[in-house]
């Protein structure tokens, strides 16, 4: 009965270090809010912004700053003069956004049933790029004044990383 109950100990200790190395913490993390956008994200890295145009409306691109390990991730929001109008346009915007990040065939989704944030939908695809094989997912969420545009990528292997996972489901209404 000891030794049975030996052996269930140093499974538990052996399982419990090995859970232990492939859990990483998140040890940054910046909050980035835009103007006239009811949303916020954390980026769990460093980022830079840059002024973007778009359909007649000024606003800002966040984007992490490359350290060499890290995934790409990038987010902008816009207001919605007409946020019905938006919605029934989201699949065509998904598939715009999939070719423009030079995805072919992509999923997509969308989901209308989190009333918190507002709509969500989603595309993602596999990018071959320098030899490598890159998973992107992007998110947009339309809301009641705005819309949110996030995008991450990070080598396929790697995918989905704590980064990019963290990044993808820090969105919040603005507080």
């Known amino acids: 009965m000891v030794f049975r109950f030996m052996i269930v100990f140093i499974i538990f200790i052996v399982l419990s270090s090995a859970i232990a190395e492939n859990t990483s913490t998140i040890s940054y993390s910046e909050l980035i ?14 980022t830079k912004k840059k002024s973007v145009f778009a359909n007649g409306i000024n ?4 984007q992490s700053i490359y350290d060499g390990k890290s995934p790409f991730m990038r987010a902008e929001c816009f207001p919605l003069a007409q946020p019905k109008e938006t919605l029934s346009q989201l699949r065509n915007m998904l598939e ?35 030899g490598f094989d890159f998973k992107y997912y992007g998110k947009v969420i339309v809301g009641k004044s705005s819309l949110l545009s996030l995008l991450a990528g ?3 292997k790697k995918f989905p990383s704590d980064k990019t996972v963290y990044f993808l489901n820090t969105v919040d209404l603005k507080r």
């Open 59 to 62: 606003s800002i691109m966040v």
């Open 33 to 46: 809010t835009f103007e006239s956008c009811e949303y916020q994200v954390n980026f769990p890295t460093k």
């Open 154 to 156: 990070e080598e396929l």
């Open 96 to 130: 715009n956004q999939a070719r423009i990040s030079g995805i072919d065939n992509p999923e997509i989704t969308i989901d209308k049933s989190n009333s918190k944030l507002g709509v969500i939908g989603t595309y993602s695809g596999i990018k071959k790029a320098g």
